[in-house]
């Protein structure tokens, strides 16, 4: 058995189903013809627990197993499942005479804040006190689940007050709440922002000068809402690793957050708000 940093080359590849940031990637590369075949396969066969999609030498591995997979807080639940699930792809990949299999670390972006540890804020719009509430009880019931009677790392600000943050994370999706940080940071910041959105369109994250706002940089991430709460939640646990992996990169202690998806989107706050804040835990 070999663990690894990074990139790796096997015959067979397991990914979560659930897991959007991988599975865009995956399903990116793979080309458009095999990419169109998911959705019918996930169609046609919403009862197996795996699905395999030969890649065509499109990537290192000849295969990559879509598995149905759960996180779960009770620990003896939680380590059953992932036994039965690496059981099951090793068996599958045996049976079609595959010799190596790679795993991502499956269900470890939520312990990303216990090796970074990063100070959050979440920053709500005075007029939304629905929101408001939702996130001052979710940050109470989550120290109140883990017995926790210090003071946490996390916080919500009402308003646009004059936080000290390192970086504020915004969404390039959302159009209003990206003309007003543009606005708010400065011409010469949006003249910048304007001109890598150019030169690479495809990018997850635009990262700017923070101009006239606190702090020292502005994230700017691609991120598009769903009618579908599973695939909401998991598209916000994405996000959020994508965040703190640029933020530790340049060595960040504190972030804001505006409530991403509470707006103009209009996602359910209580999922929006409850899967963010576990997740910055």
Same mark, same amino acid.
């Given at each position: %058995?070999?663990?690894?940093?990074?990139?790796?080359?096997?015959?067979?590849?397991? #990914? $979560? =189903?659930? +897991?959007?940031?991988?599975?865009? +990637?995956?399903?990116?590369?793979?080309?458009?013809?095999?990419?169109?075949?998911?959705?019918?396969?996930?169609?046609?066969?919403?009862?197996? *627990?795996?699905? +395999?999609?030969?890649?065509?030498?499109?990537?290192?591995?000849?295969? !990559?197993?879509?598995?149905?997979?759960?996180?779960?807080?009770?620990?003896?639940?939680? $380590?059953?499942?992932?036994?039965?699930? !690496?059981?099951?792809? %090793?068996?599958? @990949?045996?049976?079609?005479?595959?010799? *190596?299999?790679?795993?991502?670390?499956?269900?470890?972006?939520?312990?990303?804040?216990?090796?970074?540890?990063?100070?959050? +804020?979440?920053?709500?719009?005075?007029? =939304?006190?629905?929101?408001?509430?939702? !996130?001052?009880?979710?940050?109470?019931?989550?120290?109140?689940?883990?017995?926790? @009677?210090?003071?946490?790392?996390?916080?919500?600000?009402?308003?646009?007050?004059?936080?000290?943050?390192?970086?504020?994370?915004?969404?390039?999706?959302?159009?209003?709440?990206?003309?007003?940080?543009?606005?708010?940071?400065?011409?010469?910041?949006?003249?910048?922002?304007?001109?890598?959105?150019?030169?690479?369109?495809?990018?997850? #994250?635009?990262?700017?000068?923070?101009?006239?706002?606190?702090?020292? =940089?502005?994230?700017?991430?691609?991120?598009?809402?769903?009618?579908?709460?599973?695939?909401?939640?998991?598209?916000?646990?994405?996000? #959020?690793?994508?965040?703190?992996?640029?933020?530790?990169?340049?060595?960040?202690?504190?972030?804001?957050?505006?409530? #991403?998806?509470?707006?103009?989107? @209009? $996602?359910?706050?209580?999922?929006?708000?409850?899967?963010? !804040?576990?997740?910055?835990?």
């Amino acid at each position: %058995m070999l663990y690894r940093n990074g990139s790796s080359v096997s015959d067979s590849t397991v #990914i $979560c =189903r659930s +897991s959007i940031y991988l599975l865009k +990637s995956v399903l990116k590369a793979i080309g458009k013809s095999l990419a169109e075949c998911f959705p019918i396969q996930i169609h046609e066969n919403a009862t197996i *627990s795996i699905i +395999s999609i030969t890649t065509n030498g499109k990537l290192v591995s000849k295969v !990559v197993y879509l598995v149905s997979w759960s996180a779960n807080a009770d620990m003896n639940i939680l $380590c059953q499942s992932i036994e039965k699930l !690496v059981l099951n792809a %090793m068996g599958k @990949a045996e049976n079609a005479n595959y010799k *190596s299999i790679a795993f991502p670390a499956i269900g470890c972006v939520q312990q990303q804040l216990t090796k970074y540890p990063i100070k959050v +804020s979440f920053v709500i719009h005075p007029d =939304r006190t629905d929101t408001y509430d939702a !996130v001052q009880l979710q940050i109470y019931s989550l120290g109140q689940q883990e017995g926790i @009677a210090t003071k946490k790392p996390v916080s919500t600000t009402v308003g646009p007050a004059k936080i000290e943050v390192d970086v504020i994370i915004g969404s390039s999706s959302s159009e209003n709440l990206k003309q007003i940080l543009l606005e708010a940071e400065g011409k010469e910041v949006e003249n910048a922002y304007d001109e890598e959105a150019k030169n690479n369109p495809p990018s997850s #994250i635009i990262s700017t000068l923070s101009g006239q706002l606190p702090g020292k =940089r502005i994230f700017f991430l691609k991120w598009e809402p769903n009618t579908n709460p599973e695939t909401l939640k998991q598209s916000i646990i994405d996000l #959020i690793w994508n965040v703190i992996q640029n933020t530790t990169s340049y060595k960040f202690t504190s972030i804001a957050f505006l409530a #991403i998806g509470c707006g103009e989107h @209009a $996602c359910p706050v209580h999922i929006v708000v409850k899967t963010m !804040v576990k997740e910055m835990k």
